[in-house]
């Protein structure tokens, strides 16, 4: 299959994070930011040593969150791994530059030997947009066609090109190139299926972003796009989908409920402005949420069922939302090679 994703292997297993740079919910204290980002660093270190196929991170510009330079943390990421593949989750395409995007993330991807992957967002927090002199008016107008020269700048070496948010390309020569010759460049999708159908019809792979609510919720957004994509010429089975989402394991649901509900629901008050009510997170604990936070086995279940619903390649987890303790995430990464992996990848290899 394209884009490196070998079914034969069993549905990939990431992680990602947002950076997010919280005060722990109980004891109000912060650690400082270059702490956390040498976390990030070490996590992914620490996955790579569990047999995690992927790691990545994100960019949000503003309070509580500390890759805005995302780039350059995932730099420091390919130095430290030698065989995890690595990317971004996402970059704000909108109000970035698209060839000095691909410049940094080409650069990655010869320092890590060719394991980089870029996802192109949104983005759902839209504080970038003012800070980095966008305007909101614009937002689908930006996306839409900096995507669009992203990727063709991934395809052509030499471009030729014009627009409305950027001044023209001529005989522009854009280098380095990634070591494989192109990049793998994937659309993340939020819950609105327009998006999902763009991606399909244009034959891009989707990241889709789902934190709460039942399975069959998100349905129908990847029937969606694997419609799209047949409808623009494309195979669907050669176009991968990763689903993406909150995660935090405990020796059994209960735990994991009561141990992740402060940093989960802290973590939405402060960087979206309302938080979890407790009924409604206690729902998490249904088989059939896309919430992967339970005991070992369950989480197993609810992987397995997710994958049977959605036939997607790849899941990527985000479990230190809220300020989660380092000590925890290091005891959620043993839990995850030790006992969840094998049994995940067991019942989807193909």
């Known amino acids: 299959m394209k884009y490196g994703l070998d079914p034969s292997n069993g549905l990939e297993f990431g992680l990602y994070t947002l950076g997010d740079h919280l005060p722990n919910p109980s004891t109000g204290e912060r650690i400082p930011a270059s702490q956390r980002l040498n976390e990030i660093i070490e996590l992914s270190q620490l996955a790579e040593q569990a047999g995690i196929d992927f790691f990545s ?197 209960q735990e994991a409920l009561r141990e992740s509900y402060p940093f989960f629901n802290e973590g939405m008050k402060k960087t979206n402005g309302h938080g979890f009510s407790k009924q409604m997170f206690a729902q998490g604990a249904d088989s059939r949420s896309v919430m992967n936070v339970g005991s070992p086995q369950q989480i197993i279940e609810k992987i397995l069922y997710q994958h049977e619903t959605f036939g997607h390649q790849r899941y990527i987890a985000q479990m230190d939302f809220g300020g989660v303790p380092f000590e925890k995430l290091k005891k959620n990464i043993d839990m995850i090679g030790e006992k969840i992996l094998p049994e995940v990848k067991k019942h989807t290899k193909k």
Do not use: C
Request: glycine residues 10%; hydrophobic residues 40%; negative net charge.
């Open 57 to 253: 991170v994100g960019e949000s510009h503003q309070d509580y969150f500390t890759t805005q330079a995302h780039s350059v943390v995932l730099g420091a990421i390919a130095q430290a791994t030698e065989k995890i593949k690595i990317a971004s989750s996402s970059t704000i395409i909108s109000t970035l530059d698209p060839v000095r995007v691909f410049e940094d993330f080409a650069t990655i991807d010869l320092i890590s030997g060719g394991r980089t992957e870029l996802i192109a967002g949104r983005a759902s927090r839209t504080g970038n947009f003012e800070l980095l002199g966008y305007s909101l008016k614009d937002y689908e107008e930006l996306y839409e066609e900096k995507f669009d020269l992203l990727r063709q700048i991934n395809e052509q070496e030499v471009l030729n090109w014009s627009g409305n948010f950027r001044a023209p390309l001529r005989d522009a020569h854009i280098l380095p190139r990634p070591m494989n010759g192109e990049l793998p460049i994937w659309r993340a999708v939020g819950g609105h299926p327009a998006s999902a159908m763009k991606a399909g019809y244009e034959g891009v792979p989707m990241f889709f972003a789902a934190l709460g609510g039942p399975v069959s919720t998100f349905k129908n957004t990847v029937d969606t796009f694997r419609q799209a994509a047949a409808q623009g010429g494309h195979n669907p089975d050669e176009l991968p989908v990763s689903m993406a989402g909150f995660f935090y394991p405990g020796e059994t649901t």
